[in-house]
């Protein structure tokens, strides 16, 4: 049985509030220094094939791809966060939801 937390969040993270290319260049560098060019190209690789099969830039769920030994969160990434609350609130049981959102 899922317990009911007192809050959950959602937040839209899209190119109108995040600087994609900007991002892809500082995460390179990151992923380079952490993890060395080979591991940094499985990444790039892991992502172009989420972005082929959800049709958006997935980068948070090419990192928990990515990272073989992730641990279970409770993080979720939907396209269309409007069309998914049913099932929000089915798995995230709370008191309160909170969506951010960019757009009217």
């Known amino acids: 049985m899922l317990t009911r937390t007192p809050m959950v969040f959602m ?7 995040l600087d994609n290319d900007r991002f892809g260049a500082d995460l390179t560098t990151r992923l380079d220094a952490d993890v060395g060019s080979t591991r940094r190209q499985r990444y790039w690789s892991i992502y172009e094939e989420r972005r082929e099969q959800f049709d958006y830039a997935d980068y948070l769920g090419a990192l928990h791809t990515f990272r073989a030994d ?3 969160t409770a993080e979720r990434v939907t396209p269309h966060k409007e069309c998914m609350l ?5 798995l995230y049981p709370a008191r309160h939801y ?3 959102e960019d757009k009217p």
């Open 11 to 17: 937040f839209d993270v899209d190119n109108t509030v």
């Open 70 to 72: 992730s641990v279970d």
């Open 86 to 90: 049913d099932e929000i609130q089915r």
């Open 98 to 100: 909170v969506m951010i």
